[in-house]
C-alpha cells in the first residue's frame, strides 16, 4: 500500500520561500503522477500543481510563475519549492500520488504552511 510522507511546512513571511517534500513508500514502482492540492479555511480545495510522466507539470494560475514543482523519481518523491510566498497562500499543502493510469490517487497527511508577518 502507498503511503505519503509530506515536510517542509511552516511560518514564513511574506516574499519569504519554502520547499515541501513528499516521499512515496510502499511501492517499488515509480508513480504515474504526483502532485499537491491546498485547502484553506472556508475556500474550495485547490489543485495548486502536479507532475506527471516526470516532465508534465501543470500549475494554478494563481501560483504560475512563484511555485515549482519537480521530481526525484528514482526517489519517488515530488518537491514543491515556493517562492513570494503570500497571505493567501496560508493554507494546508496535501501532497497526491497516482501509482498507474485511471488508479484512485492516495493522499499524504497534510503540512501546514503559514504566510504571515
Known amino acids: 500500500q502507498v503511503q505519503l510522507v509530506e515536510s517542509g511546512g511552516g511560518l514564513v513571511q511574506p516574499g519569504g520561500s519554502l520547499r515541501l517534500s513528499c516521499a512515496a513508500s510502499g511501492t517499488g514502482f515509480n508513480m504515474y503522477a504526483m502532485g499537491w492540492y491546498r485547502q484553506a479555511p472556508g475556500k474550495q480545495r485547490e489543485l495548486v500543481a502536479s507532475?506527471?510522466?516526470?516532465?508534465?507539470?501543470n500549475y494554478s494560475d494563481s501560483v504560475k510563475g512563484r511555485f515549482t514543482i519537480s521530481r526525484d523519481a528514482p526517489k519517488n518523491t515530488v518537491y514543491l519549492q515556493m517562492n513570494s510566498l503570500k497571505p493567501e497562500d496560508t493554507a494546508v499543502y496535501y501532497c497526491y500520488a497516482i501509482l498507474r493510469l485511471g488508479t484512485s490517487p492516495t493522499r499524504g497527511q497534510g503540512t501546514q504552511v503559514t504566510v504571515s508577518s
Open positions: 507532475i506527471t510522466g516526470g516532465t508534465i507539470t
